[in-house]
């Protein structure tokens, strides 16, 4: 009878949340890029550099962990799960491809909106499996993320207010 059980490598918990965040920047560069509403483009920028710091801080995370096996054993499902994730849900090398040609603000913020939430939620499920160390590191990325969604919210809030007025 097979092993369904595999050691889930720390190592491609940051390889994986490199990802996400090289992604993101890509992505809220873009969106700076397309839309001519200043305050929505200047929190654009603002969060590209953002995840570029915290992917500076994934790659300082990697490279401290040499080869750290956590202690729990987890199910191939569970690992293909994360994988499928970070490569599908958040922030993903296709994430640009769903932007229209003419952004709409609101509706670029409510699709932002969603990725940080989705980054939240990858956060919270991978961090049990890094080095216990360096979960407060994690903590960090997390609430960064929350700022981040509270920002977008708070923008979403003020450009609903000016369609209702406008």
């Known amino acids: 009878m097979a092993d369904h059980s595999i ?23 873009r969106l700076a890029g397309l839309t001519a509403d200043l305050p929505v483009k200047e ?4 969060l590209a550099e953002q995840e ?3 992917r500076r801080l994934f ?16 199910p191939d499902d569970y690992f293909t799960y994360l994988r499928s994730f970070a490569d599908n849900i958040v ?6 491809e769903e932007l229209p040609a003419k952004l709409d603000p609101l509706k670029a913020i409510n699709f932002a909106i969603r990725r940080e939430l989705d980054s939240i939620m990858y956060y919270l ?12 590191m994690v903590d960090r990325i997390i609430s960064e993320e929350r700022k981040h969604f509270l920002q977008l919210s708070d923008i979403r809030q003020n450009l609903q207010k000016e369609t209702k007025n406008g």
């Open 7 to 29: 050691r889930y490598s720390a190592s491609e918990v940051f390889q994986f949340a490199i990802r996400i965040e090289e992604n993101g920047e890509r992505f809220y560069r």
């Open 43 to 46: 929190t654009f920028a603002y």
């Open 52 to 54: 570029g710091e915290h």
């Open 59 to 74: 790659e300082k995370m990697l490279s401290e962990i040499d080869n750290y096996q956590p202690e729990e054993l987890y």
């Open 91 to 96: 922030f993903t090398g296709r994430t640009e």
């Open 125 to 136: 499920e991978t961090k049990p499996l890094v080095p216990q160390a360096q979960q407060k």
